[in-house]
């Protein structure tokens, strides 16, 4: 059985960092691919962040991109979302998702497994 563990979120001052992990197990992913996502409160899920293990790709939200980093540890079969410079607008519940089939571009994986979600909550 495939199994995602997010943690790591927290509450942090805006312009602090955060470092999320997921770690999964039942699987490699070694084919596959990651994404990290946020829901924040009222509003519908968003992705954040992926990593395709095919071609080491990653990808990032414009709202995050130069501030936040997506990487891997293969020994641990861990990907990390690492959050700097934090906005109020970061402020959500973060889930890491697993994608059998990754083809392209993110928005065109399937996901099969997703984690319980870790809650960030950047104050202003």
């Known amino acids: 059985e495939v199994q995602l563990q997010a943690s790591g979120g927290g509450q942090v001052q805006a312009g602090g960092s955060l470092r999320l992990s997921c770690a999964v197990s039942?699987?490699?992913?070694?084919?596959?691919?990651i994404g990290w996502f946020r829901r924040a409160p009222g509003k519908e899920r968003e992705g954040v962040s992926w990593?395709?293990?095919?071609?080491?790709?990653?990808y990032y939200a414009d709202s995050v991109k130069g501030r936040f980093t997506i990487s891997t540890e293969n020994a641990k079969n861990t990907v990390y979302l690492q959050m700097n410079r934090l906005k109020p607008e970061d402020t959500g519940v973060y889930y890491c998702?697993?994608?059998?089939?990754?083809?392209?571009?993110?928005?065109?994986?399937?996901?099969?497994?997703w984690g319980q979600g870790t809650l960030v909550t950047v104050s202003s």
């Open positions: 998702a697993l994608a059998a089939w990754a083809p392209g571009e993110p928005a065109d994986w399937i996901y099969d497994s």
């Open positions: 039942g699987i490699s992913f070694d084919d596959n691919a």
């Open positions: 990593f395709s293990a095919s071609d080491n790709s990653t």
